[in-house]
């Protein structure tokens, strides 16, 4: 029996067990990985990852998925910095407009990011649009705005406030505690008593479970999903808004294929492709191993043209494991 419980644990961990093996063999063989400055930059990565990672995460549960995610973390990135450029800043996007609260453009962007979320939400629950379809037209069409709206330049100069909260943080003396790591440690209690303390968390997982048993039980899954995807989109504007601070800029291409690495973070770390499964701690297990792998290959000198298909084939093998232990369980 105990022979079987570890086989079945090797089995249903081993792409997360293979990565751990690889960073554990880079951090003894590559100098200056097991640093705390190394640790800051991992971490720094992981923050607004985990939170695009918790926003597809809800689609995924609910056996969709949410392509859009990258693009619209690329819209919330571009209008935070072309709402908080510096006054004196010679090329502003706009020349009159006066200095912004930092909380105030901050609701402006996860403002519009959900009310494009809502939209998929829309066009998912109502119009019965398959999510991939959906949420891959939107990708679109937040592209194309994007485009249109920032003329497809760079947006810089930007104000120290913004830019702050990427580089500051608490001060510990040994240690620098960095923002970003206190609000993705915050945005994971959230989540996980969002999803494992409320009704809408047990609607979420019942619809992911058996959507018409959910629906003959009581549930309204039209407007769970609507909640579900609206809250993807307010945390992919969340996401850019950060990763707009920490890049010191942004583009229309900032967030370019992260939904891509959120959907296989979610898989590595047990947020099954078939529905109702997944937790909090898994998801942020899975975007820690992800980034240290890719971190991995940057210490060994791998090219990145050669991570691209290493991260490629991560996510086959993930999913293929995903639906082998769903098989398995029928």
Known sequence: ?????????????????????????????????????????????????????????????????????????????VLACTLLQRADYSD?????????????VFIVVVIVTALFGLLNGLVVSYLKVPPFLATLGMQTIVYGINLVYSGADP??????????????????GFYKLKWLLIIAIVMGLIFWFLYNKTRHGKYMYAIGGNEIAAEVSGVNTTAALLRI???????????????????????????????LEAIAACTIGGVSTTGGIGKVQGILLGVLVFELMKTSLQYLGVDTSYQYIAQGLVIIVAVALDIRKYTAKK
């Not at 090797?10 to 093996?21: D, F, R």
């Not at 609206?230 to 010191?248: I, N």
């Open 1 to 77: 029996m105990d022979a079987k419980k570890i086989k079945d644990f090797l089995s249903n961990n081993a792409i997360v067990i293979l990565l751990l093996l690889l960073v554990l063999f880079v951090g003894f063989t590559q100098q200056g990985f097991f640093t705390l400055t190394n640790f800051n930059n991992i971490t720094s990565n992981v923050a607004p990852r985990f939170i695009i990672a918790l926003g597809v995460s809800g689609c995924l549960i609910t056996k969709g998925t949410d392509l859009s995610a990258g693009r619209l973390v690329g819209l919330g990135g």
């Open 92 to 104: 502003r996007f706009f020349q009159n407009l006066p200095q912004f609260p930092l909380f105030a």
């Open 229 to 259: 995807y609206t809250l993807a989109g307010l945390m992919y504007g969340f996401a850019g808004f950060l990763l707009a601070a920490k890049s010191g800029g942004a583009s229309v291409n900032l967030g370019l294929g992260y939904e």
């Open 155 to 172: 947006i810089g100069g930007l104000r120290k406030d913004f830019t702050t909260i990427a580089s500051g943080g608490i001060d510990l």
